[in-house]
Each structure stands twice: as C-alpha cells, then as structure tokens.
C-alpha cells in the first residue's frame, strides 16, 4: 500500500527585476503519475502598500540612497534630493504538494495549493529634513512624491490581473515531478512558478521606471520650487 505524504512549505521571495531558475536535473524533467487526478487551488492577495513617511535624513543622505538604489537623476550626479519613494515589488508563496512514495529513493509529487502575495510592502517617503512639516516646502516635496506612490499602485492595479491569471495559469497546468524529497520537489516547483511569472514583474518594473522618470524632469522641479521660497 503506497503512502501520501502531504507537505506545506513556506517560500519567500522578492523580485527585483531578475529571478533565479534552478537547474533542471534529468530525475526532476522526468514527468511522474498519480493514480487519481486532483485540482490546485490558488489564492493570491494584492499588496498595496503602506505608506510610510520619513523626514529625519539630510539631503546628503537621500543623495546616497537614491545612488545605492540605482534610480537615475534628473540632474546628473550633481543633483541633490530633497525627496525620494523607494519600495521592492516583492512576492510570497506558501505552497502545498502531495508526495508519493516510488522507490525508497524516489518520490512523485504534485501541487495541490498556492497561497500567494504581490505588491509592496512598503512605499517609503523620504523628506529631507530641512523641511519641516507644514512648511510650504515640505508640503510641496510630499506632493510630488505622493504622485510616485501613485505611480507604483497604479501599475499594480494594471498588471495584478495579468500577474494573477498567469500564475493561476501555471499552477493548474503545472505536472507531477520526479524528485529525491518533497523538500527539492517543493523548491524545483517554486521557483518554476517564479520563472514563469518573471516576465510580467520585468515588464512592470520598466513601465514603473518610465512614468516615475516622467515625473523627474527638469522642467516640473523647476515649476514646483517657484511655489515655495524656503528652498
């Protein structure tokens, strides 16, 4: 009499523009059966973002991180914020498999459940410390920042349907594996479903870096900074 073993992992990742693919080894491409079919059932909740204001660093050092974060400037390198959103465009799973034993070396396991999150965590505001709450400066600088928290939610909003579908997609269609442990067969299936949902994060990330890059230029600074005088 054959045992089934079902098995709940937790897998964490964040996604920033590139995914790991794990390499397929022969015993895992190798396509194994169950004797009874069975469904996956996939729920995915949609992060926002808290926001979340902070007004205790110079300008210097929003320079630095803006530098460390790779965001490009507006001005060059001379350039030096006044304000700055940072946030990761981040993924959880919790995945859940059934393995049967095959051999004494050898298991066949299949996905069963997918608890998912996509979107941010955190959507961190950063004003320069020079601008104290209530100043014309401060509010001016939260403004246009606020414009950027925008600009993460929206193309969250957009592609979150997209995201959903293709993972939805990938976990139902996704085949039993061959595998040395539940544990290998639950990281190998995971990191397929990254891999499949790489491309859109891809996708929305360069869409996230041309409308925030719309919105640093020149020319809008420019305007913003005539409304106040305690630049």
Same mark, same amino acid.
């Given at each position: 009499?054959?045992?089934r073993?079902? !098995?709940?992992?937790?897998? +964490?990742?964040?996604?920033?523009? &590139?995914?790991?693919?794990? #390499? +397929?080894?022969? #015993?895992?491409?190798? @396509? &194994?059966?169950?004797?009874?079919?069975?469904? @996956?059932? +996939?729920n995915?909740?949609?992060?926002?973002?808290? +926001?979340?204001?902070?007004?205790?660093?110079?300008?210097d050092?929003?320079?630095?991180?803006?530098?460390?974060?790779?965001? #490009?400037?507006? !001005?060059g390198?001379?350039?030096?914020?006044?304000?700055?959103?940072?946030?990761?465009?981040? $993924?959880?799973m919790?995945?859940?498999? *059934?393995?049967?034993p095959i051999?004494?070396?050898? $298991?066949?396991?299949?996905?069963?459940?997918?608890?998912a *999150?996509?979107? $941010?965590?955190?959507?961190?505001?950063?004003?320069?410390?020079?601008?104290?709450?209530?100043? &014309?400066?401060?509010?001016?600088?939260?403004?246009?920042?606020?414009t950027? @928290?925008? @600009?993460?939610?929206?193309?969250?909003?957009?592609?979150?349907?997209?995201?959903?579908?293709?993972?939805?997609?990938?976990?139902?269609?996704? /085949?039993?594996?061959?595998s040395?442990?539940? /544990?290998?067969?639950?990281?190998?299936?995971?990191?397929?479903?990254?891999?499949?949902?790489?491309p859109?994060?891809? *996708?929305?990330?360069?869409e996230?870096?041309?409308n925030?890059?719309?919105? /640093?230029?020149?020319e809008?600074?420019?305007?913003?900074?005539?409304? &106040?005088? /305690?630049?």
């Amino acid at each position: 009499m054959s045992k089934r073993i079902r !098995f709940t992992r937790n897998l +964490v990742g964040i996604l920033m523009g &590139c995914a790991m693919l794990m #390499a +397929v080894t022969p #015993a895992m491409a190798a @396509v &194994c059966e169950f004797p009874t079919p069975a469904s @996956v059932q +996939v729920n995915i909740h949609q992060l926002t973002g808290e +926001v979340v204001m902070n007004n205790e660093r110079t300008r210097d050092g929003l320079r630095r991180m803006q530098r460390q974060s790779g965001r #490009a400037s507006a !001005f060059g390198s001379a350039w030096t914020p006044v304000g700055l959103t940072l946030t990761e465009l981040k $993924y959880q799973m919790r995945l859940k498999i *059934e393995a049967l034993p095959i051999s004494k070396s050898a $298991y066949c396991a299949r996905l069963t459940a997918v608890d998912a *999150e996509l979107g $941010y965590d955190k959507l961190r505001v950063y004003i320069a410390r020079k601008f104290r709450p209530g100043s &014309c400066g401060y509010i001016s600088i939260s403004d246009h920042e606020m414009t950027h @928290v925008a @600009v993460f939610r929206d193309a969250l909003n957009r592609f979150y349907p997209r995201l959903q579908h293709r993972l939805q997609r990938a976990a139902e269609e996704m /085949d039993p594996v061959r595998s040395a442990s539940p /544990d290998s067969a639950a990281e190998y299936l995971r990191k397929r479903l990254s891999a499949t949902i790489k491309p859109l994060f891809l *996708e929305m990330n360069r869409e996230l870096d041309r409308n925030n890059a719309k919105l /640093d230029t020149p020319e809008r600074y420019r305007m913003e900074q005539a409304n &106040c005088p /305690d630049w």
